[in-house]
């Protein structure tokens, strides 16, 4: 089965700074999609990515996918304290996979004022 | 606005009792699924269905079971539950798109207490 192991597992950063969260894919991703979650609610959809080398920007927020196709990074540009939440990161395996997504472990964002 | 509905944000329940966990989305979508999340262990899929009256076992189906009567509405079964079955419970839909994964709607959570 498909693993995604994101890195870091927490990240706490001063308002105004620049950070990059990890996503990375034992197998090659067909689809990669990016959540954003706040304590004990659902998750919001941010990003898909599907083909190599592949970039995507939405306000500060930016995501690439590698020519390989098995890993991605998220990258906040200027962060604010609206960014703060659980970042994760979700995979589609492929046909075999159906329409189910495989989801990393997820990352922790604190952003002090 | 697109929405996926579950039915308890808190429920605290005892050991042994019966748990229906209920979920109605309004996008028509065909896939709707079953997740839960736990600190350390990020989501887990536990059950899932492409259509009415079908299901299929996700990775952690042991001690669970679903009902899908209806196309909107998806309902999560916890026949005898057990403390280690506290936990943040997440109810997810998605359009069919030939077998390839698409974009997850989620609801907002239920999170359940088993003491």
């Known amino acids: 089965s498909q693993e995604l192991e994101q890195s870091p597992q927490s990240l706490i950063v001063q308002e105004g700074k620049n950070l990059t969260i990890n996503c990375t894919s034992s197998?090659?991703?067909?689809?990669l999609y990016w959540y954003k979650q706040k304590y004990g609610e659902g998750l919001i959809f941010l990003m898909m990515l599907q083909k190599g080398g592949e970039e995507k920007s939405h306000e500060k927020i930016t995501a690439k996918l590698d020519e390989k196709k098995q890993q991605s990074s998220l990258h906040i540009t200027a962060s604010q304290p609206s960014h703060a939440g659980i970042y994760l990161c979700g995979a589609d395996g492929g046909e075999t996979s159906g329409s189910r997504l495989t989801f990393g472990e997820g990352t922790q964002l604190t952003v002090n004022p | 606005d697109v929405k996926v509905t579950q039915s308890s944000r808190y429920l605290v329940k005892r050991t042994g009792e019966k748990v229906f966990l209920e979920c109605v989305q309004d996008m028509d979508h065909e896939n709707m699924f079953w997740y839960r999340q736990d600190p350390g262990l990020g989501l887990r899929l536990i059950y899932f269905?492409?259509?009415?009256?079908?299901?299929e076992k996700g990775d952690i189906p042991e001690g669970y079971s679903v009902s899908r009567e209806k196309k909107e509405r998806f309902s999560l079964i916890l026949e005898s539950a057990s403390t280690n079955q506290t936990s943040m419970y997440l109810c997810?839909?998605?359009?069919?798109?030939?077998?390839?994964?698409?974009?997850?709607?989620f609801g907002e959570g239920s999170r359940l207490t088993v003491l």
């Open positions: 197998k090659t991703l067909y689809g």
């Open positions: 997810a839909s998605s359009q069919a798109s030939g077998g390839h994964g698409g974009e997850l709607f």
């Open positions: 269905s492409y259509d009415v009256k079908m299901k």
